[in-house]
């Protein structure tokens, strides 16, 4: 039974060209695995391809969209679209610089292997040592730069750069040890406390903070750390006159008096974010220009699709590719985009228009099968068109011909979507149907723990109530009077409960499935149906359920068998679907898919360290592959108390594009409220079911490897059960032959779905990026917030299979790679002891370490394993925005909130330094909210916020802030609302006092400084990598 479910060929039927499969003559690819599209839908596809639907004429002209589309086209002032000279010759050789693969270094000489890495472990300590000679530091003022501005510290003063950092007059020794070097090592004092300080050189090499000697939480809070606090501390000097081991045994040269490097004098993500919304901020952004670089994700503005898909949908690493392979090489900047298909359009901004060929289907290229585009150019009065593609010159279908104006585009180009946005939808034909039938609309079935637990603290009670009402809010397409979503609902524990919730019953009934390890579905009629027919019925089931299992003592559950119990609901029912399961515990009960606790610190730090984040049995893979296969999505509310392998419970949520929710120690008093947003939020959010994604490109590259909540079943399909708007697919590229500056890279996404009414649809999605010979083009056209994006995906994703050093090592030493190729191939001439930023990777470094520092990343035991394998799966789906403030959290001075106005107080940077005893701070991150309190808050903030007279009296237990009538409660609360509402999960909020042992959390957040846990400083991350393009440029 359980391998019978799944197909092995790709799930749409033989003979049609859904996207879905390989089209013929992928020629341009050179890629033996395009070849593995079924042959019955291979194509005569000569270099003019064969006319579409040869007799086929017109169906009448198809509605070309809504009639507004006229309308709107018409403000666009016709971007030039870009045209295509044909290919360059095919070559399949792609270059392959992976950034995983330990045996593919880069042509750089790199110094990568462990002993290298070793030496700047060793060079790490010794700066240390050396930070803390003298204290001088005067606070020079980088001007965060113009254009091309670079960040350098160290050096004489230069005038040349545009924007360098530099922390004081010192003129230092020539490189490259100068910054290795006694000269340099600046350390902010307040980054650096006891618990925090390297030992003797660390032994195992990688840039990575060395064990904390004997570091306590809790009541070994050390001292100093109080004196710490406040902004006033940024000048102070902390000395620890010998309290550093480790001689400069790597130092080259005498030691020198040292000086510091002031933390406002290094690149500041708040600077570079404030600097792009003063810019760009509350502005139109039209995507009318090919390779044109988007506002930062960070900065709100109005934009307008004019033949570029927004970045709302793709952010791409890069806007402007290098030419060729050798130069991406050389520069080792990933080459991806990072696409959230369904994301959330504003309300102010046009939604997609839905074009309707009827029986026709779309018009696509022969050869390469890409869909109509503003990048086809129409030729020969308009009855041919030249794929931009693959370049193909096709015949346009009778139906669709359009005489040309004087400047060769067809007059009807602002009435058709398709030919002048880059992006829009298509009403997908039966072709692209599974067994080319229309498909059924989806159904959600809600599968509840209802073991011993779940029923005693009050889980199912909660999750019973809050159904009655959120059922009423299933996701509707815009006509629709009623949701055509099916529900069904299971209760299980160590067997299954189906229920029987037909209309015409007067009650519910139940039926017990007792055999875990061949599942099937006892009922067809009445398990899945309308909320609207039946729900008096299931109010009635959702009122007894509590009670029902009252009385049970089961302890032990299953679960993989709770999955495929959905997923064959679903496939008897022939439709897709998602799952919402509730479940609490570590599946002990004797059934496929069973686990026990394998959590082992002993692993860490170690080259089994990967084990940890595989899952332990090989049950679940495949499960979610059938889920896949059958368009079976699969969402889980986990609520664990102890360990419960999230591993392996999260694999088949992740592969199915569904969301993992966790709730450590769930108590329904305090942690209600987050859960039940989570739920709200996610039973109406915006999805598409049963979806397959194509990425095409012109020639020249194609994209190599693909990370998100997907499963592929071959190299260029992506298959996801279902996609909602908050997920994300970033999609690296590699060349595989010269890209032109003429034609540039044009990325085609289309996603093939069913609508939550059942209607089959495409949604494409066009960018026109730049290409360049230029390294120097390259740089300019970053964006630092897709790299990371981009970086920790791929790191995440080695973390399977990898030991974490490894992974680290090479993040760093691409880091370097990036930056020192820019150095010496863009950078006007400078001392080598300067550190120079490209513009637009000005926050690279800090960036990085942040990713670096990230638990995933950082081997330490104590951190859970469990939470690790959650962060771990989050990212893996996370879109642009996301990832950035997960990675960089925001922090805003809360006392300084003017009750008058609705502007949010301005961020602050993520550090220690910047909090101030006097102060109140709120510090998200997309998962986590924090406000916290100094020990000299004021009394009156206290009062207005949690009405209690002072800091003393504040209960840290509360996980919502009162609702009191006073302008601090109210505006701060609004505050807290307008900062939640953007982001996907519901952010628990904590409170935390300065000085109390739960502060140790919070700290982890403050980004900038050296972790508790481990994890460098933003300043001495900032020297390493500065020490590591030293050694590469030399
Ligand atoms: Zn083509």
Not at 201 to 221: E, K, R, W
Not at 289 to 315: E, F, H, K, M, W
Not at 450 to 465: A, F, P, R, W
Not at 770 to 776: E, I, P, R, V
Request: glycine fraction near 8%; hydrophobic fraction near 35%; charge should be neutral.
């Amino acid at each position: 039974m359980s391998q019978q479910g799944y197909v092995a060929t790709p799930p749409y039927s033989q003979s049609q060209p859904g996207i879905g499969l390989s089209a013929p003559h992928y020629g341009h690819y050179g890629d033996p695995s395009h070849t593995g599209s079924p042959p019955g839908m291979m194509k005569p596809a000569g270099p003019l391809g064969a006319a579409a639907p040869g007799g086929m004429l017109p169906q009448g002209h198809p509605p070309p969209g809504p009639h507004q589309f006229g309308q709107n086209g018409a403000h666009a002032q016709g971007p030039p679209l870009q045209r295509f000279p044909g290919p360059p010759p095919v070559n399949s050789a792609a270059p392959s610089y992976a950034p995983y693969s330990p045996s593919t270094r880069s042509s750089y000489p790199s110094p990568v292997s462990t002993s290298s890495v070793a030496q700047l472990g060793t060079q790490l300590s010794a700066m240390h040592v050396n930070s803390y000679g003298s204290g001088m530091a005067p606070p020079s003022q980088g001007p965060p730069g113009p254009p091309s501005s670079t960040a350098a510290f160290q050096g004489p003063p230069r005038s040349p750069q545009p924007s360098i950092l530099q922390p004081g007059s010192q003129v230092l020794p020539p490189p490259p040890t100068a910054l290795n070097g006694p000269g340099a090592s600046p350390l902010p004092p307040s980054t650096h406390r006891q618990d925090g300080l390297p030992g003797p050189a660390p032994s195992n090499a990688q840039y990575q903070p060395p064990p904390l000697p004997g570091q306590t939480l809790g009541p070994g809070y050390p001292l100093q750390q109080a004196a710490n606090y406040g902004p006033q501390m940024a000048g102070a000097q902390l000395s620890y006159p010998g309290g550093f081991p480790g001689g400069p045994a790597q130092m080259a040269g005498p030691p020198q008096p040292q000086k510091k490097l002031d933390p406002d004098s290094i690149p500041s993500p708040i600077q570079v974010i404030e600097n792009d919304r003063a810019t760009r901020g509350g502005q139109v952004y039209t995507t009318n220009t090919r390779g044109q670089i988007p506002p930062l994700v960070t900065t709100d503005c109005t934009i307008q699709d004019q033949g570029n898909a927004s970045p709302r949908y793709i952010r791409c690493t890069t806007y402007c590719f290098p030419c060729t392979s050798d130069m991406a090489k050389q520069a080792q900047i990933p080459l991806a985009a990072i696409i959230k298909p369904f994301a959330t359009i504003p309300s102010n901004e046009t939604p997609l228009y839905l074009v309707n060929h009827g029986e026709t289907g779309p018009v696509r290229c022969n050869r390469c099968k890409a869909y109509m585009c503003p990048f086809m150019q129409f030729i020969e009065g308009g009855r041919r068109y030249q794929c931009g593609f693959c370049s193909c010159v096709n015949d346009v279908p009778p139906f669709y011909f359009q005489h040309l104006d004087h400047i060769g585009r067809r007059l009807d180009h602002y009435e058709k979507p398709e030919l002048s946005l880059g992006s829009y939808e298509y009403v997908a034909t039966l072709d692209y149907c599974r067994k080319n039938k229309p498909p059924n609309p989806p159904a959600f079935i809600f599968m509840i723990d209802v073991s011993y637990s779940n029923i005693k603290n009050g889980l199912v009670k909660l999750i019973c109530e809050e159904l009655k009402t959120v059922l009423e809010k299933l996701p509707k397409e815009g006509q629709e009077e009623t949701s055509s979503l099916r529900v069904g609902f299971i209760t299980y524990n160590k067997v299954l409960h189906f229920f029987n919730v037909k209309s015409t019953l007067a009650r519910p009934q139940m039926m017990v499935v007792t055999d875990v390890s061949e599942v099937f579905v006892p009922l067809l009629d009445g398990f899945l149906v309308s909320y609207q027919e039946s729900q008096s019925v299931i109010h009635n089931l959702l009122d007894q359920i509590p009670e029902m299992f009252a009385d049970s003592n089961e302890n032990e559950t299953v679960f993989a068998p709770v999955i495929r119990a959905g997923m064959e609901a679903l496939k008897a029912a022939d439709c897709p679907g998602k799952l919402f399961i509730f479940h609490s515990s570590l599946p002990t009960a004797e059934a496929p898919g069973k686990l026990k606790n394998r959590d082992d610190k002993k692993l860490i730090n170690t080259d089994k360290e990967k084990i940890l984040f595989q899952p332990q049995t090989n049950v679940y893979d495949p499960l979610a592959k059938d889920c896949v296969a059958h368009g079976c999505c699969v969402t889980l509310f986990l609520f664990p108390s102890q360990y419960v392998d999230v591993a392996s419970l999260g694999l088949v949520p992740q592969l199915t594009g569904g969301t993992l929710y966790k709730y450590n120690n769930f108590q329904v008093h305090l942690d209600s409220q987050q859960f039940l947003n989570d739920l709200r939020n996610d039973i109406e959010k915006k999805i598409g079911f049963d979806a397959i994604m194509r990425v095409r490109t012109s020639t020249g590259f194609r994209a190599t490897d693909f990370f998100g909540g997907i499963y592929m079943n071959n190299t260029t399909d992506v298959e996801m059960a279902a996609i909602d708007c908050d997920k994300a697919v970033t999609v690296e590229f590699k060349h595989d032959d010269k890209l032109s500056e003429d034609s540039g890279a044009l990325i085609q996404c289309a996603v093939l779905y069913t609508t939550v009414s059942g209607q089959r649809r495409l949604r494409i999605h066009n960018l026109g990026l730049n290409c360049s010979s230029q390294l120097a083009d390259l740089y300019k056209s970053c964006e630092t917030d897709a790299l990371i994006n981009f970086f920790a995906k791929s790191a995440f994703k080695a973390v399977l299979h990898q030991p974490l050093k490894v992974i680290r090592e090479i993040l760093v030493n691409q880091t370097a790679h990036m930056l020192a190729c820019y150095r010496k191939n863009c950078a006007s001439p400078s001392a080598a002891s300067q550190l120079i930023l490209p513009d637009s990777m000005k926050v690279l470094p800090v960036y990085m370490n942040c990713l670096l520092k990230n638990c995933v990343l950082l081997s330490r035991p104590e951190i859970s394993t469990d939470e690790r394998a959650y962060q771990r799966q989050l990212v893996m789906t996370m879109g642009v925005a996301d990832s950035q403030l997960f990675f960089y959290p925001q922090l805003r001075p809360i006392h300084t909130l003017d009750v008058k106005s609705t502007t949010l107080p301005a961020a602050i940077r993520c550090s220690e330094t910047r909090l101030s005893e006097e102060g109140i701070f709120l510090l998200a991150n997309g998962l986590n909210m924090f406000l916290w309190l100094g020990v000299s808050s004021p009394p009156e903030l206290i009062q207005g916020i949690f009405n209690v007279p002072s800091f003393a009296h504040v209960n840290t237990d509360m996980t919502l802030l009162p609702e009191l009538g006073n302008p601090y409660s109210q505006t701060l609360r609004m505050m807290m609302g307008i900062i939640q509402q953007k982001w996907p999960y519901s952010m628990k909020l904590t409170i935390v006092k300065q000085r109390e042992q739960p502060e140790m959390v919070f700290r982890q957040f403050l980004v900038e400084d050296k972790g508790l846990y481990g994890g460098s400083s933003y300043v001495d991350f900032l020297c390493c990598v500065h020490k590591e393009i030293c050694q590469l440029l030399n």
